[in-house]
């Protein structure tokens, strides 16, 4: 039988990653490339996702962190790995409950006219999350946005950093990756 790590590395590896030629969101041409989104909106995949990612939050950056208020990210990436994490703290009647939020490309141009939306205030300390990593360009953006509400990011967990400068680029802002897997430990 397989263990959690196992089962989502084999269901990411049969659902989400894709060799080939691909241009990425950075602009870098690839012969990777990794869409989490098909692992992440699977119900077992989710539900893979909140226990591993709950385990983290919990062993490494509760245990750095206390105060983290809510868990969050760039949509839509982030969206269904921040919500998959905070149900399963949720489930478990986790002493420390995290709220759950996510983070426009821009601002509405409409109702309360906001960048940040759910579960989220002024004042808070969060994890930022991310689906992948690669120069760490929208995770640093969503840093941003968070700080310019107010937010104060204590770590980053992400699902995979593909291990080409965007963990470096992010902790260099003082900020700590947590990711479930790197290129390497997903492809062996």
Known sequence: MQNSQEQLRAMLLEKSVRTGTFTLASGKISDLYVDCRVTALDPVGATLIGSLGWEVVQRDILSRFPDIAAI??????????????????????APHLLQVFTVRKEAKDHGRGRRI?????AGD???VVDD???????????????????????AALVLLDREEGGREAIEKHGIPVYPLFTRSSLLG
């Open 132 to 154: 992948v990593i690669t120069t760490g360009g929208s995770t640093l953006k969503a840093i941003d946005a968070i700080e310019e509400e107010g937010g104060r990011v204590a």
């Open 72 to 93: 969050g990210g760039m949509t839509m990436g982030a969206d269904p790995i921040s919500l998959a994490i905070g149900m399963t703290a949720a489930l478990q009647h």
């Open 117 to 121: 939306e759910g579960n989220f205030n």
């Open 125 to 127: 300390t969060v994890i």
